[in-house]
């Protein structure tokens, strides 16, 4: 029957477009909020949040980093001890990727991607890829000392993680300046 395949052929694309626009939408997600992550971080005993000011050295620096001036003043983290955590957001193609860090003697411990809108690149998000942070530092260009392996299809999310690391290290240290 001559209408036979046709139909087939109408019926995998539309087989293979689900699938597609499936794989497409599961990329968005809320993993983890950052109560959640915090407490993980900190095992339940999370310490009180704190402000860091940002001069204008940080200010150009940050936005060095990002290609664009960051819109506040001051950036909220926790600390305990030589630990610090932050809560931090960078755009990926189009929207913001809201990402965990924990920073310990100038490197970078714990990278967690806790809320991704975009709906390419969310591989980004599993172990394969953060764990590639831990135990990453600066050199002496403010540079990451170790390469990432990127992901095809989500390069500029791949791009947005490296930044936030940079600059989670770049505030640890501020951090801990200001205390010595």
Known sequence: MPGHGAKRTLFCL???????SASV???QGVYQSAEEFLAGVFSGQVPKPQRLR???KLKADLRKILGHQMAVSRLRYWQQDDRTA?????????????????VKEGKIERLKV?????SRGGEIRY???TDQFKGLGLDEHGQLNRSIDGISGATLSV??????ARIAIL???QVMSQEK
């Open 25 to 27: 939408s599961s990329a």
């Open 127 to 129: 172990p394969f890829f």
């Open 171 to 173: 505030l640890h240290e």
């Open 14 to 20: 539309i087989a293979a477009a689900s699938l597609f």
């Open 54 to 56: 940002l001069n204008a």
């Open 114 to 118: 806790l809320q991704f809108r975009e």
């Open 86 to 102: 932050w809560i931090l957001e960078a755009i990926g193609k189009t929207k913001p990727i809201t990402t965990g860090l924990v």
């Open 159 to 164: 791009r947005a993680m490296k930044k936030l």
